[in-house]
C-alpha cells in the first residue's frame, strides 16, 4: 500500500498539485507504522530500503 502513496505523489508533484506533500507524508506515516511490525532489524531495513516505493517514502 505505501507504494501507491508513492506514485501518487509522484503524479500529484509532477502535475504542481500541492496535495503532493501531504500524500507523501501519510504514505511515509502508514509505512513507517508497517515497519515497526518487524522484531528483526535486517528484515526490517530490507523492507524500507528494498521495496520499490518505499525509499522515496522515507525522502
Known amino acids: 500500500m505505501p507504494q501507491l502513496y508513492a506514485a501518487v505523489g509522484r503524479v500529484l508533484g509532477a ?18 507504522e508497517q ?7 535486517d528484515q526490517r531495513r530490507r523492507f524500507l530500503e528494498d521495496v520499490p516505493g518505499h525509499p522515496e517514502l522515507l525522502r
Open 15 to 32: 502535475l504542481g498539485d500541492a496535495r503532493a506533500d501531504d500524500v507523501l507524508e501519510v504514505g511515509r506515516a502508514v509505512l513507517l
Open 35 to 41: 515497519s515497526d511490525r518487524f522484531t528483526d532489524p
